[in-house]
C-alpha cells in the first residue's frame, strides 16, 4: 500500500491568487434557459469562475503572485528558500520546465532545487509529499509548492459538460523544516487504465497537432469540441470520485490511527457538490467539517484544496493548533489524501488580479 510518513515538517502558510474576470453560470448562453443553468448550480454548487479568459495569464503567473505575497508574509529571506516544486498541468511551455522560470524570476537563489510534477486535480497532494520528502531530513529547510492551473484555456465553450465547471488559479505553500514537528501522512493510489476519462486527445507527443485537431465535432446536443480540448466522461469520473475518495481517507485514517473526531477540518478536491457531499456522507462527516468554495471558484483542479484553506479557513487556522485532512481525485486516474496539522498559519487573502 502506497502510504508515507514525513517527520519534522511544517506548513508555514498557503496564499493563494486567481484572474479578477468572473463568470456568471446563471447568464451563461450555454444553457437554453434560466431553468436549465438554476438546476446546474443547484447540483454542482457553481455559481461565478475566475478565469485567464483573454488576458495571457499562465498558471505561473497565478502562483508567482501568490509566491510573493506568502513570502512576504512569512518574512521569508529568498536566499534561504532551498527547494521550488511547481505541480501544473498548464505549464508555460512544453519545455523548459516551468520551476526554472518561477526559480529565476522569484530572484531565488541559484542554489535552489527546482522541478515540475505534471498532475492534476491530486497535484497538491502528490507535490506536498514530495517536497515534504525533500525537506524532512533536515538538509534543506525551507521549500515553496507552486500548484495551479489554468484549465479553462483546455475547455470548449461550446460544451456544457465541462465549459462551467472549471475556474483558474494558483496557490503557494510554504513548508519548513523544524525537528520534531509532527509531520504529515499520506495515502496514494493511482489506475491508469481510466486515464481516458479525462483527457486531452491531441496535442501532446502520442497525437501530435495535425489539420484535423482545430475541427470542431459535435458529440452530442451542447457539446461541441475539438481534439486540444478536454474530454470529461462524467458518469464514470462521478462513481470513480465517490468510491476512491472514502477509500482513500479511510485507508490514511486506519493505517495511522487517526480520528474522525479528532479531525476539525476534511478539505476535498473542489469537484462538484453532489459528488463532495456524497463523498461526506459515505465518510459519515459533519457538514461544519466540510468546506467548500464551490459557489464562487468552481473546480480549479490542482490549486482547489489550498484554495479552499485560503478562502474558506485562514482565520480559524490563525491561531492554535487544528488537524486537516486532504483529499484530491481525478486525472490520471489518480487519488492521494494527506493528514496534518496546522498552528499560527500565515493565511492571506485570496489576491485577485
Known amino acids: 500500500m502506497a502510504v508515507l510518513q514525513t517527520k ?86 512544453i519545455l523548459p520546465a516551468t520551476s526554472c522560470i518561477l526559480q529565476n524570476r522569484l530572484g531565488l537563489p541559484i542554489d535552489c532545487y527546482a522541478m515540475d510534477i505534471s498532475l492534476g486535480c491530486s497535484g497538491w497532494v502528490y507535490g506536498l509529499s514530495s517536497i515534504a520528502s525533500l525537506l524532512s531530513s533536515g ?11 489554468t484549465t479553462t484555456v483546455t475547455k470548449s465553450s461550446r460544451d456544457k459538460s465541462t465549459y462551467p465547471l472549471f475556474g483558474d488559479a494558483g496557490t503557494a505553500t510554504a513548508i519548513e523544516f523544524e525537528e520534531g514537528a509532527e509531520g504529515i501522512r499520506f495515502h ?22 495535425n ?3 482545430l475541427e470542431y465535432v459535435e458529440i452530442e446536443p451542447g457539446i461541441f469540441r475539438n481534439r486540444l ?45 453532489i459528488m463532495n457531499e456524497k463523498i461526506r456522507t459515505k ?15 468552481g473546480n480549479t483542479s490542482s490549486s482547489s484544496i489550498p484554495l479552499t484553506i485560503v478562502s474558506q479557513l485562514s482565520n480559524q487556522l490563525k491561531g492554535p493548533k487544528k488537524n486537516i485532512v486532504a483529499c484530491a481525485f481525478g486525472v490520471g486516474l489518480s487519488w492521494a489524501s494527506a493528514a496534518f496539522e496546522t498552528e499560527n498559519l500565515v493565511c492571506p487573502p485570496v489576491i485577485e488580479i
Open 139 to 149: 538538509s534543506m529547510k525551507k521549500g515553496l509548492l507552486l500548484v495551479g492551473d
Open 283 to 297: 465518510l459519515k462527516i459533519e457538514p461544519e467539517k466540510v468546506p467548500y468554495c464551490l459557489n464562487e471558484y
Open 211 to 213: 489539420e484535423k485537431s
Open 188 to 209: 496514494f493510489g493511482t489506475d491508469g487504465k481510466g486515464a481516458e476519462a479525462i483527457i486531452i486527445p491531441d496535442g501532446g507527443f502520442r497525437n501530435f497537432y
Open 8 to 93: 519534522n515538517i511544517r506548513i508555514k502558510g498557503l496564499a493563494a491568487c486567481v484572474p479578477s474576470y468572473r463568470e456568471d453560470n446563471k447568464t451563461l448562453q450555454l444553457f437554453n434557459n434560466e431553468e436549465e443553468s438554476a438546476r446546474f448550480i443547484d447540483t454542482t454548487g457553481i455559481e461565478f469562475r475566475h478565469m485567464v479568459k483573454d488576458s495571457g495569464l499562465c498558471s505561473s503567473d497565478l502562483c508567482y503572485e501568490a509566491a510573493e505575497k506568502l513570502i512576504a508574509e512569512l518574512n521569508w529571506v529568498k536566499e534561504e528558500i532551498d527547494c521550488l516544486i511547481f505541480v501544473s498541468q498548464t505549464p508555460d511551455y
Open 229 to 273: 480540448q478536454s474530454i470529461l466522461d462524467g458518469p464514470n469520473v462521478f462513481i470513480f470520485g465517490i468510491t476512491k475518495g472514502p477509500r482513500s481517507v479511510n485507508k490514511l485514517m486506519e493505517h495511522f490511527q487517526l480520528s474522525k473526531e479528532d479531525t476539525d477540518y476534511f478539505v476535498f478536491h473542489q469537484a462538484n457538490l
